[in-house]
Nanobody
Framework: QVQLVESGGGLVQAGDSLRLSCSAS????????MGWFRQAPGKEREFVAA????????KYADSVKDRFTIFRDGTRNTVNLQMNSLRPEDTAVYYC????????????????????WGQGTQVTVSS
């Protein structure tokens, strides 16, 4: 069982930046492809960004490309989402997700591919 914990959410103004972090309680995230999803009120959970377990491959939703960056720390125990140029439409609860894989380069972009989820962290962007 992998327990994921997100942190770094908050209330910011449009144009500001935030960094979200995700870690696994008591264990390393090596061997796991990781992703970030978000869910706004009244909407379905949507893919935001994903990274392979070795950090070599990344994918982004078109809506966040060139503004958000997903990366793993040197020890691969934390996965971060750097969010720049935030917009009101980025307001949502952001969830970290993990999927065990033997494929070092694999990225996963759909909800059903992930086995473990965090509780989410709220990001609110005011106009």
């Amino acid at each position: 069982q992998v327990q994921l914990v997100e942190s770094g959410g908050g209330l910011v103004q449009a144009g500001d930046s935030l960094r979200l972090s995700c870690s696994a309680s008591g264990r390393t995230l090596s061997g796991y492809a990781m992703g970030w999803f978000r869910q706004a009120p009244g909407k379905e959970r949507e893919f935001v960004a994903a990274i392979s377990w070795n950090g070599s491959n990344r994918k982004y939703a078109d809506s966040v490309k060139d503004r958000f960056t997903i990366f793993r720390d040197g020890t691969r125990n934390t996965v971060n989402l750097q969010m720049n140029s935030l917009r009101p439409e980025d307001t949502a609860v952001y969830y970290c997700a993990a999927a065990f894989t033997f494929n070092l380069n694999l990225v996963r972009t759909t909800y059903g591919e992930y086995e473990y989820w965090g509780q989410g962290t709220q990001v609110t962007v005011s106009s």
